[in-house]
Every structure is written in structure tokens, then in C-alpha cells.
């Protein structure tokens, strides 16, 4: 069982000398990240990615990709590290099993085909980070450095006064008709970061995107997604019918307990980290810092 940034644990212990086994059911390693390296602007997950590769062999690790790890499998270790990261959460919306919803891997791991007009459910990292990348074409090329300051206005601060362009922010229309939904009442993606939450929302705004929060779900039907709006949060609630011809599930994620569960069962100690230990507030940050401080006991 790997986890993406927990790769470095893997290399720290087999560095000590340990034999150390990472087994996962994908054909490479990164987990998430895998997903998160699509999105435009976070390409050196790539990097990142091969460097813990390139580790990994160094270390000698013994990688076992596409396998599904089971709690058999394991009996012959001393010591398990669970890093089998979350799944996604469940939002029980009737009608759901209509197959024009989607969830975020089906988008952005399995690259499943998404329509001209989309509606995606959640405005958390995962929510703003696939509104950013259904705004491009399928085939769209990364974004290089005159395509960014033409987008955002900024010109070369030596040749232009305060680095501003004189022709202004052209940013480039999204590529489909998206609209972001999120339950809780306020700012859309509060929960970003204070220091870069504002450029996604801009973004997004500037490439069309529609934002709306104070959204409850109601149903999904042939006609479209049904929910209920309060205006101001205090108003009397008001039922509407969005139509779309896809609609993205990014309604949170749970820890994967599964393996844990059959651990638990035969009887097996181990230690968890990252998203399968807490799904709440997950980063790379948080789970290198387990990952170091469970290296550091074992
Ligand atoms: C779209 C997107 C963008 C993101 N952007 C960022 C970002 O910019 N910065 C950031 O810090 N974080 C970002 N994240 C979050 C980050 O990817 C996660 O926090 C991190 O990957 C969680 O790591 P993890 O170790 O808990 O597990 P995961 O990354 O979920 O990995 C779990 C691994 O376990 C494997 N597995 C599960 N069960 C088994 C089994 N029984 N046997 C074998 N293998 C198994 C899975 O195949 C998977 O590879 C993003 C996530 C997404 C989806």
C-alpha cells in the first residue's frame, strides 16, 4: 500500500537497512497525485513523481505494482504501514446512479468523456482543482509563460509601469459551460488557501466559470439536478432545476478502512497515515509529516 508523498518513508526505512515491500493496486506509483499532476499549473507533481521513483530504486525498495494488497498477503511482515489513502465520499443524492454523474476519478483518472454543460458538486481543493481543469479542451497544451501574463495582464515590469499590460487581463473562455456548486452558505472554497484561494476563485470567475453557494441537493432527474436555494442564506427556500449534460461528484472524501477492517480481523497490528488515518484537512504536507514521524519510531 503506498501513499504518494509517504514514498520518501519507504526510502528512509529500506536506507536504514530494513527490507521494505510497497505494494499497489495501480500501475505506478503517486496515488492521488496521479491526479493531481493533470491539473494546469501543477505539473511538477510530474517531477516530483519520477524523483520518488528514481528513490524508490536506489533504496532497493521492492515495488509490487497492480496488486491489491489483502491481509494474507501481508501475514509475512513484521510491520504494516497502511497509506491506502480515502475514497470518495457518498452524497446519497436520489437519482445519482443516472450515468451522466461522475466522480472526480472518473474524470480525472479514468478520463471519462465530460459534455459541453457541467455541474460540479463541491467547491473544496478537489471541486475548484476539476473546474480548472474541464475550463480546458481535452487536448489543450500546458500553459507556458506569455500565454500566463496574457491571461492574467502582466507584462515585463522593466519595459511596462507596475508590470501591467496595456491591453488588460485576456483570459481564455472556458472550454465548456461549468457551473460550481457548494452547500454550505458563503464564499465559494472558503476553505482554500488564504493566500492562493483568491487566484483560483479569479481564475475561474475570469474564465466564466458560475459560482453558487447555499445550495441543497434535492434530486437528479432527466431534466437536471433539482435543489433548493435560500436567497441570503434567511429567505424562504426556493426549489430549481439545473440541467447539464454532466455533473461531477467532489463531495468530500472518507478514509479507505478496508484493509484496516482485514487487519483488524486476522488479528494484525499496523500503523496508518495520511488520508486513510484522517481524511480531514489532507495535504502532502501533513502526510510527509506522519510519514517522517513513523519512520523515525520504526
Ligand atoms: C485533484 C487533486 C488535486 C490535489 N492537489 C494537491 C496539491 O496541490 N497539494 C497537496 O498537497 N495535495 C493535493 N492533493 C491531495 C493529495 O493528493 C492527497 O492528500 C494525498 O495523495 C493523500 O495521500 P495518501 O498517502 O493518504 O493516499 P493516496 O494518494 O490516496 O494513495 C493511496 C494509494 O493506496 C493504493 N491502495 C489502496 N488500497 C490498496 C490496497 N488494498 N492494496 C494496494 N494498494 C492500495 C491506491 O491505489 C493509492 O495509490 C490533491 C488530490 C487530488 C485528488
Partial sequence: MQAPRVLQRQVLLAQRGHRVSLFDRQSEIGGQLNMAKRIPGKDE???MLRYNAVQLG????ELHLNTQATASML????EIVLAVGVLPRDPKIPGQDDPRVLSYLDVLQARASVGPKVLILGAGGIGFDVAQYLCDAPDAQPVHLQAWQAEWGVADPRSHQ???????????????????????????GEGLGKTTGWIHRTSLRQRGVRMRSGVSYLRIT??????STSKQGSGPQQDECLGFDSLVLCTGQTSNSL?????????RSFHAVGGCRDAKALDAKR??????????CL
Fill in 259 to 267: 484493509l484496516a477492517e482485514e487487519l483488524k480481523a486476522a488479528g
Fill in 162 to 188: 507596475a508590470g501591467l499590460a496595456p491591453a488588460g487581463p485576456k483570459p481564455t473562455p472556458a472550454a465548456r459551460d461549468i457551473t460550481l456548486l457548494q452547500r454550505s452558505p458563503g464564499k465559494p
Fill in 287 to 296: 502526510a510527509i509529516r506522519e510519514a517522517a514521524e513513523l519512520a523515525a
Fill in 45 to 47: 507533481f510530474f517531477e
Fill in 75 to 78: 501475514a509475512e511482515f513484521d
Fill in 222 to 227: 432527466p431534466e437536471g439536478l433539482w435543489v
Fill in 58 to 61: 536506489l533504496a532497493k525498495v
